[in-house]
């Protein structure tokens, strides 16, 4: 009987690339959203994401994970466990563009309730912000974590801006810049609740094409 050598190099290249090959949920103009994340040594899930754009030019990818994929924006500032925003230069910002873009409806939402303490932990993101000597490039990855028991952590590039941020409300204001009912980008709320959310494709699907089409060239 003939003895096939071609399984054990097809279980190889399966193994090899279910390893390595990232699950990509979306491709946003180039910008790619994996399916899951890990925070705080928990796996959360994209629950959605979106392109912030001024005028014509397209400013920042944005993608929001959770534990568990929610769709109101009050269930998922209350819920428990990690999440994480994840947003990606698409062109170069400046500290003085990002207070007047994102920054600034925070604080004027610390004015509004007189939480004074939301502000100034804002004060202390856009200072960290001012000392990097480009400003946020295109490319760059800043990521704004919530990690029970710790705070809030604003990490550019991997690398934490700093100290962790005490307390959930500054969390939660971090949200409302895009979830709340006055968002900095009203078209983005929708799209980071998952409205209108297209199924990520099976890339075990994918995997197995990748395969079959390799067995040949055994």
Known sequence: MAISLRKPHTWLLASSLSLTSPCWALDLEGIRLANATQVSGQQL???????????????????LYLPDRRDSSSGIMNMDGPRRMQITLMRNVSSSEFDEAIASTL?????????????????????????????????DVLTLDWLPGSGTRIEL??????????????YAALLRIWL?????DPTLKPKLLGKGRTPPADDGA?????????????
């Open 157 to 170: 590039n991997g690398r934490p801006l700093l100290e962790p941020l005490r307390g959930t409300e500054f």
């Open 45 to 63: 899930v994209l629950n959605g994401a979106g392109i912030s754009k001024r005028w014509f030019f397209n400013i920042y990818a944005i993608g």
């Open 206 to 218: 994918s995997r197995k094409v990748l395969v079959a089409q390799n067995q040949n060239e055994w």
């Open 107 to 139: 604080t004027r939402y610390a004015e509004k309730t007189g939480r004074q303490q939301i502000s100034a932990n804002m004060n202390q993101v856009v200072k960290a912000l001012a000392r990097q000597p480009n400003g946020l490039r295109k490319g």
């Open 180 to 184: 709340g009912d006055d968002p900095t």
